[in-house]
Nanobody, 120 residues
């Protein structure tokens, strides 16, 4: 089991940058596939990015490709999302999520979310 706590959200102007962090508890962080999702007001939660256990593979939603970068530090049990060139459509609550590859299916563990608001 893993517990996740996001931080780093806040208010940022369009065109600016923000880095989100997700701190994980437990000693097996490196065993989990990690991802970021977001949910804008009135919309369903959507996938943002994913990174494999050893950081070999990353993937991004088309809407953030080229602007956001996902990374992880397994020694620090922390997942990151570097957000550059943000726009108002990036305004959302951002969640980190984790799952074990062998479990398959949807992400099992979720953080409480951190609010990102982009002003024009």
């Amino acid at each position: 089991q893993v517990q996740l706590v996001e931080s780093g959200g806040g208010l940022v102007q369009a065109g600016g940058s923000l880095r989100l962090s997700c701190a994980a508890s437990g000693r097996t962080f490196s065993s989990y596939v990690m991802a970021w999702f977001r949910q804008a007001p009135g919309k369903e939660r959507e996938f943002v990015s994913v990174i494999t256990e050893n950081s070999y593979v990353t993937s991004y939603a088309d809407s953030v490709k080229g602007r956001f970068t996902i990374s992880r530090d397994n020694a620090k049990n922390t997942l990151y999302l570097q957000m550059n060139s943000v726009n108002t459509e990036d305004t959302a609550v951002y969640y980190c999520a984790a799952k074990l590859r062998r479990d398959g299916g949807p992400y099992k563990y979720w953080g409480q979310g951190t609010q990102v608001t982009v002003s024009s």
